[in-house]
C-alpha cells in the first residue's frame, strides 16, 4: 500500500499546486471563509466520505473516511484562512483580495491534505480504521476554530491527532518535531487608564494618564526578569500605546493593549497575576481608574512524547526518498491553536521546510513577501501519508 499511496501523490503533485495556487490567489479572513469551504467541499462531492459542514463558530469542514475493516481513529488537521496583510509578492498568482493574503502557508497546508484525503478515500478499502479530515477555520484570530471544533463532539472517537505547519526557516525535504512543550501560549490584555486631564501648565490640577501608564510599561517588565523562574519562558510586550493627544494638554486616558507568550500553564498563570497585581497597585499609586480586560487566546502546545516519537520512527522510512532530514527542533514563541486538539487528544504537530529555492534569507511567515516551496506540498502529504501508513501497520 506505501508503493500505491506514494505512487498516487507523486501522480497529483502538479494538481495540489494548482489548487494552491487557487486558495492563494483567493484568501478570505478568519470567520469569513465562506468561499473557501464552498471550494473544499465542492471538492469531496461525489467521493466516498461523509462531509460536515458549518462544524464549531464558523466555516470548519469535517469529512470522515471509514475504512472497510474496524480499528482506532485517526485525525489529520490543516487550516485554512489568511491574514489581513497587503501582499507584496509580485507573484502571478498573488491574492485578488485586497489586503488579504495567505502569508502564513495555510493555502499550502489546505491544497497538500485536499490531495492525501482523496487518495485514502480512494485506498479505504485497505483502511483497518477511520480518518476525520478536519479543515479548519481562522486559527489566525482568537477564540479561533480549533477550540468549537473540539467542543462540537465530532472529534470525541478520535484516538490520536496530527498536524503540520509550512516554515521557511529549512529546505523542502526537512522535518522538525519536537516532544513535550513545543509553541508557545498566548494571552491578550487592554488595559484602559483613566486620570482627570488639564492644562500642561498646572499638572498639579490634574492627574496625567500618561505618566500612569508610562510607568506600567516599565513596571510589567520586572514580571520577567524578577518575578519568571530564570529557566521558564515568558515575554511580555506592549504593541500599542494610545495615548496621543496635543502638547500641552495633559491627557486624562490612554489605552494599551499588549501581548503575552508563555511555554507552560504555571507561567501563564503567573505572569496573569502579577499584571493584575501591577495595576491594583497603579491605581492606589496614582489614584487613578484601571480597566483590565485580559484573555487568554491559545494553550502552549505540548506534543505528546509517544505519538511524536511514533512520528518520527513512520518518518525515517522517507529519509533518503523525498527527506533530507527529520530532526528535533527548537522550542517556537509562536502560537497554534492546534493546541486546543491536543490538550483533549494525544498526538503532534510537525514542522515543513518550505524555503524558497535560492533564497538565504526568507521571509517569515505572517510577512507580505511571504512566499514557500512549493516543492514542500508533496513532502507533506508523503509525510502525512507516512505517518498514516505507519500508525495503522500497513507497510
Given at each position: 500500500m506505501r508503493a500505491k499511496l506514494m505512487q498516487m501523490i507523486d501522480q497529483r503533485s502538479e494538481e495540489m499546486i494548482a489548487i494552491r495556487r487557487h486558495l492563494h490567489a483567493h484568501p478570505e479572513l478568519s470567520f469569513q471563509e465562506q468561499a473557501t469551504a464552498d471550494y473544499v467541499a465542492k471538492f469531496y462531492?461525489?467521493?466516498?466520505?461523509?462531509?460536515?459542514?458549518?462544524?464549531?463558530?464558523?466555516?470548519?469542514?469535517i469529512v470522515t473516511i471509514t475504512g472497510d475493516k474496524p480499528g482506532k481513529t485517526l485525525g489529520l488537521r490543516a487550516d485554512f484562512d489568511a491574514l489581513p496583510i497587503?501582499?507584496?509578492?509580485?507573484?502571478?498568482?498573488?491574492?485578488?483580495?485586497?489586503?488579504?493574503?495567505?502569508a502564513c502557508g495555510h493555502d499550502g497546508h489546505t491544497a497538500y491534505l485536499l490531495i492525501l484525503a482523496d487518495c485514502l478515500i480512494q485506498l479505504k478499502d485497505e483502511l483497518p480504521g477511520t480518518i476525520k479530515i478536519i479543515h479548519q477555520h481562522a486559527e489566525e484570530t482568537p477564540p479561533g476554530g480549533a477550540k468549537s471544533i473540539v467542543e462540537s463532539g465530532l472529534l470525541d472517537d478520535v484516538d490520536t491527532i496530527y498536524g503540520i505547519h509550512v516554515f521557511p526557516f529549512f529546505n523542502a525535504g526537512e522535518i522538525g518535531y519536537r516532544s513535550g512543550f513545543s509553541m508557545a501560549g498566548r494571552s491578550y490584555f487592554k488595559l484602559g487608564i483613566q486620570g482627570t486631564g488639564g492644562h500642561g501648565s498646572s499638572p498639579h490640577m490634574a492627574n496625567d494618564a500618561i505618566v500612569a501608564a508610562s510607568y506600567f510599561v516599565t513596571a510589567i517588565q520586572t514580571i520577567v526578569s524578577r518575578?519568571?523562574?530564570?529557566?521558564?519562558?515568558?515575554?511580555?510586550?506592549?504593541?500599542?500605546?494610545?495615548?496621543?493627544?496635543?502638547f500641552n494638554v495633559i491627557?486624562?486616558?490612554?489605552?494599551?493593549?499588549?501581548?503575552?507568550?508563555?511555554?507552560?500553564?504555571?507561567?501563564?498563570?503567573?505572569?496573569?497575576?502579577?499584571?493584575?497585581?501591577?495595576?491594583a497597585g497603579l491605581e492606589a499609586m496614582y489614584g487613578i481608574t484601571a480597566t483590565l480586560t485580559y484573555t487568554h487566546d491559545y494553550p502552549p502546545l505540548y506534543n505528546d512524547p509517544e505519538a511524536t516519537s511514533d512520528a518520527v520512527t513512520y518518518l525515517q522510512?522517507?529519509?533518503?526518498?523525498?527527506?533530507?532530514?527529520?530532526s528535533e527542533a527548537e522550542m517556537l514563541s509562536g502560537s497554534e491553536d492546534f493546541a486546543y486538539y491536543l490538550e483533549k487528544i494525544p498526538g503532534a504537530f510537525l514542522y515543513v521546510g518550505a524555503k524558497p529555492k535560492g533564497v538565504e534569507n526568507p521571509y517569515f511567515n505572517h510577512h507580505p513577501k511571504f512566499d514557500?516551496?512549493?516543492?514542500?506540498?508533496?513532502?507533506?502529504?508523503?509525510?502525512?501519508?507516512?505517518?498514516?501508513?505507519?500508525y495503522y501497520d500497513l507497510n
Open positions: 462531492e461525489g467521493k466516498d466520505g461523509v462531509v460536515e459542514r458549518e462544524v464549531g463558530n464558523g466555516h470548519g469542514i497587503q501582499e507584496e509578492t509580485g507573484l502571478p498568482f498573488a491574492s485578488e483580495n485586497p489586503g488579504v493574503m495567505h518575578r519568571l523562574n530564570p529557566f521558564d519562558t515568558g515575554v511580555v510586550t506592549i504593541g500599542s500605546f494610545d495615548g496621543k493627544g496635543s491627557k486624562d486616558y490612554v489605552e494599551l493593549e499588549g501581548d503575552v507568550r508563555y511555554m507552560t500553564s504555571e507561567t501563564r498563570e503567573l505572569i496573569d497575576k502579577e499584571i493584575r497585581r501591577i495595576v522510512k522517507g529519509l533518503g526518498d523525498y527527506l533530507i532530514a527529520v514557500i516551496d512549493e516543492d514542500s506540498l508533496p513532502v507533506a502529504a508523503k509525510s502525512v501519508a507516512e505517518i498514516v501508513l505507519g
